[in-house]
Structure formats: structure tokens, C-alpha cells
């Protein structure tokens, strides 16, 4: 189980991005997008009703303290692949409360709400900060108290194990950086090298890439992030989106070469037969002369 939390000012978009997905280009695509991400409202604190209804009931009690200029909490759980299906829909919201008392808002709004646009369940969690009364919920030592949520869920719901980052373990417990990192990119470096080999398109490389595990961001450039959550630049790997596009340029050059080869080896070797064929025609044609240079003479 991966955690990530971070604190923001916009309820509205928080809350636009969470229920319809990223902006798009017109309405028909933005109802793809919707219908993609199939986004839920399994639990409700304090607040209830419909995406509008909620950030209005969010942005009202938020200003019972307008010197917070970050009363936003959202909180991503992402589960590895192999714990698909483990939790119900009872346990998700179940985990949520718990986040909730970990982090000091369980007396205050918030809701948990699943996806399912991606290979890997998970869940998030919009959290109002502040409260009709109490102190506002603090984000300090936020990473370090999401690492020990996490480790804590897993062992109770019988989950996946996943190491939490070196700052936040024991000195016993931690593995070194180099160890950690480049196991994870020697994985992704050899995904990228056999996709390079069997795709004609960026688009089918990220295809395949998705199928091993791996979400990918085009743009300018190229990155995929892994089950754990852990990202990183094509160009980490050595495998920048220009030097994808140079090797697919190389795999079909060679492609086209071995195919050009294929339909020319049956001529290539009807001239070896004739190189071959050459000596044994030209001895015979000596041997001839001979017999009959020697025949005239006696």
C-alpha cells in the first residue's frame, strides 16, 4: 500500500478533477473521461450529496477560519497489484476512518472515493482541515505519519508489505539507496529495451508498458511510474523519449534489412552456384581444347 497526502487550497478543483477527470477538449470527450475514471462516493462525514453540494458544504465551513490558505486534504491510497480485490467497499471506507483519526479529522468534513481508471485499486480521500470548532488538522510530519498508516493497514488487512522510505525507518531496517533505486530501474530498463524490440510506436510501447504494471506520462518527455508508486524519467534509464524514437527508428531500419535479405537469398545463392559452376565450366572447356589440340598433332 503506497500513501500520498497533500494539502491545497481549491475544494472545487480538487473535488472537478476527483469526479470528472481531466479537462478536456469538449463535452463529449469530458464524458468519456467521466465514465472512464467511474469515480464513487462511498463514505460521507459531516457532508453529503452531489459533487456541487459537496464543495459548496466544504468551502462554507472552510471560512469559519480564512487565515488557513490551505484547508484542502487529499489523500491518495494506492493498493499493488497482487492485493487487487482484497478489500470490499466496507474496508475502504473503513480505512478511510482510520486515516481520518491518524490524521485529526474525524470530527470534521470528509469523504472516500474509489476509481477504477487504472490497473490498480485505489482510493482517495478529500478532507476539510477545518471544523465547525477544534484546531485545524495538522499536516506536519505528514509523509512520515502516511508511512506508518500504511505499514499499520497492511499488516491488518493482510496486505502486501511495502518498505517505507529510509528517513522513516529504523537504522536496522534500511536498505541501502543504491540497492533500493537501481534494482527498480534495472526492472524498468529491461521492460523499456524489450518494448523497444517488439513495438513500431511510442503508442505501443506505452501499451506494453502498461500491460507490465507500469502507468506512463507522455509529453515533452516520457516517465513511468511503477506499482509502488515510484517514478521515473525515461531519460533515468537511459531511455529518454528521443532515444526511443532514434532505437525504434533503428529496430525498423534493421527489420527492413533482414526482410530485404530474406527476399534475396534465393538469387544470392543462384549466384554462388554460378561462381561455383564457373571453374568446373572452364576446366571442362581446357580439357576439350586439349583432346583436340592433341589429337591434331599426332
Known sequence: MIGKIATGKSFRGCMQYLHDGRLQENEELQKLEMEKKQAEVIYYNQ???????????????????????????????????????????????????????????????????????????????????????????????????????????????????????????????????????????????????????????????????????????LGRGIAFTDAQMVRFKGSQVGYSLADIEKKLKQEQQLRQQQELITRQQPSLAQQLRDVMEKPKEQDQKEQQEHKKSHGMSL
Not at 491510497?77 to 474525524?106: E, M, P, T, V
Not at 481508471?117 to 470548532?133: F, K, M, S
Open 47 to 217: 457532508c453529503f450529496g452531489n459533487k456541487k453540494e459537496l464543495i459548496r458544504q466544504f468551502v462554507e465551513v472552510s471560512k469559519l477560519n480564512p487565515k488557513v490558505s490551505r484547508p484542502v486534504f487529499h489523500i491518495s491510497i494506492s493498493l499493488a497489484h497482487q492485493d487487487a480485490n482484497r478489500l470490499d467497499r466496507q474496508d475502504k471506507a473503513d480505512i478511510g476512518a482510520a486515516l481520518a483519526q491518524k490524521f485529526d479529522f474525524a470530527d470534521k468534513q470528509y469523504v472516500v472515493i474509489t476509481h477504477a481508471d487504472t490497473e490498480h485499486e485505489h482510493l482517495h480521500i478529500v478532507a476539510n482541515r477545518i471544523g465547525y470548532d477544534g484546531p485545524t488538522a495538522s499536516d506536519s510530519n505528514s509523509y512520515k505519519r502516511m508511512a506508518e498508516f500504511c505499514r499499520g493497514m497492511e499488516l491488518s488487512y493482510k496486505l502486501t508489505q511495502v518498505l517505507s522510505p529510509n528517513k522513516f525507518l529504523k537504522p536496522e531496517q534500511r536498505v541501502t539507496q543504491s540497492q533500493r533505486v537501481d534494482q527498480r530501474k534495472e526492472a524498468l530498463k529491461q521492460q523499456l529495451g524489450q518494448a523497444i524490440k517488439e513495438c513500431v510506436s511510442i503508442k505501443q510501447i506505452a501499451a506494453y508498458m502498461e500491460k507490465q504494471g507500469y502507468s506512463v506520462e
